[in-house]
């Protein structure tokens, strides 16, 4: 088993393709294609300005103790060093960002990658705390649990049943090393 960072692809025959992914078809599974065509980004954007939306609807209900702008911030930037490490890092690794290429040129495994196998995603639901937390209406608190929902029950599955195929047995030992989330 190489000890690298980021293994070379494995070669398939699973005939996965792009067409096969937009229609919404993975493996025996049928998911919602509309899911996985926008991007996890945009799903957060997405339910920051619904949370916003019923918030300014309600008046914008705070949470006893909340808005705390300095801890909100915080969370805000904090939220911003793992997806931004992990693309530069995926950039030097001469691999694909887009969670819904057909394949990935590397499985890569360090960096923050080392502590997380989503950091991306985590950075995303972190950054929408950070949001409810530093606006601190109730009703913002929805988009973090959206965009953790999303990532955990559409898009996290769909990768890691690709990297499965892809990469067999070293994904596998990556899988029992380290956590989905943390």
């Known amino acids: 088993m190489p000890t690298d960072s980021a293994a070379s692809v494995k070669t398939t025959s699973s005939g996965d393709s792009r067409q096969d992914f937009l229609t919404g078809k993975v493996g025996d599974h049928m998911v919602t294609s509309m899911m996985l065509k926008l991007p996890p980004p945009l799903w957060a954007v997405i339910y920051v300005l619904i949370s916003a939306a019923i918030s300014w609807c309600l008046g914008w209900p705070k949470v ?3 808005p705390a702008m ?3 911030i915080a969370l805000v930037v904090a939220a911003l060093i793992l997806p931004v490490s992990a693309i530069f890092l995926f950039r030097r690794e001469h691999t ?4 819904t ?3 990935n040129r590397r499985l890569v495994t360090n960096g923050p990658y080392r502590f997380t196998r989503n950091p991306m995603y985590f950075g995303l639901v972190i950054l929408t705390l950070g949001i ?3 606006v601190g209406a109730w ?3 929805m988009a973090p649990l959206a965009a953790f929902a999303t990532a955990n029950w559409v898009h996290i599955p769909f990768e890691e049943s690709k990297m499965r195929r ?5 994904y596998d030992d990556y899988v029992r090393r380290v956590r989905r989330w943390v």
Do not use: K, R
């Not at 694909?96 to 969670?99: G, H, L, R």
């Not at 892809?166 to 070293?170: E, M, P, S, V, W």
């Open 166 to 170: 892809q990469f067999g047995a070293l």
């Open 132 to 134: 409810a937390v530093w």
């Open 70 to 72: 300095p801890v909100g």
């Open 139 to 141: 009703p913002m608190f």
């Open 101 to 103: 290429s057909p394949t």
């Open 64 to 66: 006893p103790g909340l």
């Open 96 to 99: 694909e960002i887009d969670p």
